[in-house]
């Protein structure tokens, strides 16, 4: 099913995967309330639907939305509380970059009303889909929601040094089993790259949201240090240097690690039933 700017593919096996933050589109009665269109796309997790698009010959189902996480942030809870309270993060529709640099012109931030319809426009339609897909692996059996995410290897107002490569969130073991958990960080360990669970990134809402282990419902985040598939840009970042080109070489040995830890994902919910 493909709705301008909302694609899902059903797959027929016990996996869901989120792209909540590889769309780039900008609606054209917003654009020119941003500030430039290369930072209302800065943020962007670059690449990540082509480099998954391997999990459909797994039977995967993958919802994506094409939208840019500045218009809203699918991943963010709707109420606008903070998913990591005390520490810098973005709102549901973000008002600058996670360099801190405003996305908006003087006066054109959206109010209340504003994040009101685009919530109802972009945000409720997303997740309408998510659950729909849900719901219907779900009738056969256990299911894992697998949200799929990267960033920049450094972005110092988010986190300190240079991001592990691998970073595995289930929210304080809470979004799903620990055997889920287990596996991918086993899968993950096979590449000799670094990792870490639940460090910087435990989840966002769409994993805190949807996982309910007690229910079948095993939901689990997997953010990337983009280094793995593309440059990391010099610094300062510039509309010459970032994005970076997707690199299918370097891009070659991750996708064989994300293999990897899709067929955990897969085998551990084939495992429940």
């Known amino acids: 099913m493909t709705r301008d700017w909302?694609?899902?593919h059903e797959g027929s096996g016990p996996l869901v995967i989120g792209l909540p933050h590889t769309g780039t589109e900008i609606p054209d009665v917003l654009m020119a309330r941003f500030r430039s269109p290369w930072l209302a796309r800065k943020d962007a997790d670059w690449w990540v639907d082509r480099l998954y698009d391997f999990a459909v010959d797994l039977g995967a189902t993958?919802?994506?939305t094409a939208v840019s996480r500045s218009v809203i942030d699918v991943n963010r809870d709707p109420s606008g509380v903070s998913l990591y309270p005390g520490m810098t993060t973005t709102g549901l529709c973000p008002v600058e970059t996670f360099d801190g640099e405003p996305l908006y012109r003087a006066g054109e931030a959206p109010d209340a009303a504003e994040i009101a319809e685009r919530r109802a426009t972009w945000f409720d339609p997303y997740h309408a889909q998510?659950?729909?897909?849900?719901?219907r692996l779900r009738a056969r059996g256990p299911v894992v929601l697998y949200d799929a995410h990267s960033i920049r290897?450094?972005?110092p107002r988010l986190f300190a040094g240079e991001l592990p490569q691998f970073n595995i969130g289930d929210n304080d073991g809470t979004t799903c089993a620990p055997e889920l958990t287990q596996a991918v960080e086993a899968a993950c360990a096979i590449s000799g790259s670094s990792l870490i669970v639940n460090g910087r990134f435990k989840g966002g809402w769409t994993t805190r949201h949807y996982g309910r282990p007690h229910l079948g419902v095993h939901a689990i985040q997997m953010e990337l240090a983009d280094r793995g598939y593309m440059g990391d840009p010099a610094s300062p970042l510039s509309p010459d240097n970032?994005?970076?080109p997707y690199e299918p070489e370097r891009a070659e040995a991750m996708r064989r690690n994300l293999h990897r830890v899709l067929t955990a994902c897969i085998a551990f919910a084939e495992s429940q039933t």
């Open 62 to 64: 993958l919802v994506r």
């Open 130 to 135: 998510l659950k729909a897909q849900i719901d």
């Open 153 to 155: 290897s450094v972005v």
């Open 6 to 8: 909302l694609t899902v």
């Open 242 to 244: 970032w994005p970076s």
